[in-house]
């Protein structure tokens, strides 16, 4: 892999490994760019937070989370319980670690996690999360143009408590960005053991 492809990726999970690094080269899993504020649907929304922010492209459909609508990663959204899965436990901290390829000023990172009952046969839906992030955590700056704490640390850490659950869930961590329509999406398979 040449340096000048892996610079032009942005980011990733990389531990827990994320579905994408597990499966996708690693510039590609780094490349999974989407518009942002799922779980919205359409494009050009202001941030309520960060109202100079960038607004939004549209985030990625339903059925296309996981690669977060990039034809490549496809295959990360294919339906199933079959995934490598990182064993957890309800009410534990999740340390999850991000790297960075380029920086961006970032106002975000929200965490959603697969609901009680959701079916792992279907696709990736905004049904099948919570319809709120179990963490978020956000980037106070503004304006993103002169705010000088908007970029993230390489790596960048995050301690989740996990909630309530049994067996087989989905986290969802996206990286919404300040300085551009864009989130990157990472899905991380769990299964939650006694």
Do not use: C
């Not at 109202?51 to 339906?79: C, F, M, W």
């Not at 901290?93 to 991000?98: F, I, M, P």
Request: charged share 20%; no cysteine.
């Amino acid at each position: 892999m040449t340096q000048s492809r892996v610079a032009s990726r942005h980011g990733l999970v990389s531990d827990p490994a994320s579905r994408a690094s597990i499966y996708l080269e690693e510039w590609q899993s780094a490349g999974l760019e989407a518009g942002k504020f799922f779980p919205a649907t359409q494009s050009g929304l202001k941030d309520p937070y960060a109202p100079d922010d960038v607004y939004n492209d549209t985030p990625p459909a339903d059925g296309k989370i996981a690669s977060a609508g990039q034809d490549y990663a496809a295959e990360l959204d294919r339906p199933g319980s079959d995934w490598q899965k990182h064993s957890v436990q309800s009410g534990q901290q999740l340390t999850v670690t991000w790297g960075f390829h380029a920086p961006h000023k970032t106002r975000r990172w929200n965490y959603f996690i697969t609901r009680d009952g959701w079916d792992p046969k279907a696709p990736l839906s905004r049904a099948q999360f919570e319809s709120q992030p179990i963490q978020q955590v956000q980037n106070s700056g503004q304006p993103y143009w002169s705010a000088g704490d908007l970029i993230p640390a390489d790596p960048t850490r995050h301690t989740i408590m996990l909630p309530q659950r049994q067996g087989y869930h989905v986290l969802l961590g996206v990286w919404e960005v300040a300085d551009t329509s864009k989130a990157f999406y990472q899905v991380i398979d769990l299964n939650f053991t006694e």
